[in-house]
């Protein structure tokens, strides 16, 4: 089961790490923080350069410590919020890939959500340096992630809506 839990940390891990270089770094064939600066703000979401860095660094941060089993459950929360928001906001209701559906970034939160309820295994740094946080933090960052999930795509949708409201022409 270890072994297992280290094969699958390793790979999700590692991947998502790579997607969030993409974003900020432009590495891998990405569009960099700009780019997906530019790519957010086309979907509402405003300050769209705060919200490039903060999906860049969930997933490229969250994924490092995912992959290492490193404050449990840490990454898996950050991936977490960057695979709900884009669930709901890019993927919906979609469900398959070959169509843009949400199947992918469900599979890595499934994922996440089981390693962060069974703990990242023997293979890991928290359990080689004792660095695991207290289980009750996962309550505490769900609870922080989810605030922070329907923040973003409330925001995001208010701004859309109100930037494609016509004007009131007053007289």
Not at 26 to 36: E, I, M, N, S, V
Not at 96 to 101: E, F, K, P
Request: glycine fraction near 14%; proline fraction near 5%; charge should be positive.
């Amino acid at each position: 089961m270890d072994l297992a839990l280290l094969f699958l940390r390793l790979t999700v891990g590692v991947l998502l790490a790579g997607h969030g270089a993409q974003k900020l770094f432009g590495w891998f064939g990405g569009p960099g923080l700009r780019g997906t600066a530019g790519w957010l703000a086309s979907m509402g979401f405003r300050p769209a350069g705060f919200w490039a860095l903060l999906a860049g660094l969930m997933e490229f941060v969250g994924g490092l410590l995912f992959a290492l089993g490193l404050f449990c459950p840490v990454g898996s929360l950050a991936i977490g919020a960057s695979m709900i928001t884009a669930i709901a906001k890019v993927h919906w209701p979609k469900v398959w890939t070959v169509d843009g559906g949400f199947e992918l970034p469900f599979k890595n939160l499934m994922v996440v959500v089981a390693v962060a309820m069974t703990g990242p295994g023997a293979f890991s740094l928290d359990r080689i340096w004792g660095t695991a946080l207290p289980r009750e933090a996962l309550w505490s960052g769900i609870a922080v992630v989810i605030s922070g999930c329907y923040y973003a795509l409330i925001s995001s949708t208010l701004a859309a809506v109100s930037a494609s409201a016509e004007p009131i022409a007053v007289k």
